[in-house]
């Protein structure tokens, strides 16, 4: 499969919108259980990209968008403004053909440029081909949390693995860039 990887913007949302409903709707990569609109997806969208975080697009051949990844926050506490979550979506067509690795590659690339030092992934469903997708990518296993979903009539399990960007923690964060503290006009918090 040919496809190529760029920065997406707002023009992207109606498939994006697209691509997130059929995995809502038919998957166990998220616990949504009621797929959002397309002006929920833009307000997501706009606040990941607001804060500077990296969100791309997969075009295939056809210049038809077959999945997207992007990174945010795990949490708002300042302390945590090292570490990013990954998500990846892909239309169904596009799964199976090395477009999740290569979306979650240049993601890793492009978070540790940025400054970030620790990415996690939160696995919903224990999903075989996320978790092998991950893995390729260089993240550990944490951990599981079984029984921490409940979707399509079944409890589901919660798979955590993380990987270090650039010195991870083997040196100070620099408080100066993002996405430090200083940087993000929240100093001595």
Same mark, same amino acid.
């Given at each position: 499969?040919?496809?190529?990887?760029?920065?997406a913007?707002s023009?992207?949302?109606?498939?994006?919108t697209?691509?997130?409903?059929?995995? =809502?709707q038919?998957g166990?990569?998220?616990?949504?259980?009621?797929?959002p609109?397309?002006?929920?997806?833009?307000r997501?969208?706009?606040?990941?990209t607001g804060?500077g975080?990296?969100?791309l697009a997969?075009e295939?051949?056809d210049?038809?968008?077959?999945?997207?990844?992007?990174?945010s926050?795990?949490?708002d506490?300042?302390a945590?403004s090292?570490?990013?979550?990954d998500?990846?979506?892909?239309?169904?067509?596009?799964?199976?053909?090395?477009?999740?690795k290569? +979306?979650?590659a240049? +993601?890793l690339?492009?978070?540790?440029?940025l400054?970030?030092r620790q990415?996690?992934a939160?696995?919903?469903?224990a999903?075989?081909?996320? =978790?092998? =997708?991950?893995?390729a990518?260089?993240?550990?296993?944490?951990?599981t949390?079984?029984?921490t979903?409940f979707?399509?009539?079944?409890?589901?399990d919660? =798979?955590?693995?993380?990987?270090?960007?650039?010195?991870?923690?083997e040196?100070?964060a620099?408080?100066?860039?993002?996405?430090?503290?200083l940087?993000?006009?929240?100093?001595?918090?």
């Amino acid at each position: 499969m040919s496809f190529s990887i760029r920065p997406a913007t707002s023009a992207d949302l109606d498939a994006i919108t697209a691509i997130y409903r059929e995995n =809502v709707q038919n998957g166990t990569a998220t616990y949504e259980l009621d797929a959002p609109d397309r002006t929920e997806m833009e307000r997501r969208f706009s606040t990941i990209t607001g804060k500077g975080y990296p969100y791309l697009a997969a075009e295939g051949a056809d210049g038809a968008l077959i999945g997207y990844a992007y990174a945010s926050a795990f949490r708002d506490r300042p302390a945590y403004s090292w570490l990013v979550e990954d998500s990846i979506y892909l239309a169904p067509e596009a799964r199976g053909q090395g477009l999740g690795k290569a +979306l979650l590659a240049d +993601l890793l690339s492009r978070t540790e440029a940025l400054g970030f030092r620790q990415m996690v992934a939160v696995i919903g469903g224990a999903h075989p081909a996320s =978790v092998a =997708v991950h893995r390729a990518c260089g993240f550990d296993l944490i951990g599981t949390m079984p029984g921490t979903g409940f979707k399509f009539g079944r409890w589901l399990d919660t =798979v955590i693995m993380q990987k270090a960007l650039g010195a991870g923690n083997e040196t100070p964060a620099d408080l100066t860039r993002y996405p430090g503290t200083l940087a993000n006009g929240i100093a001595g918090r």
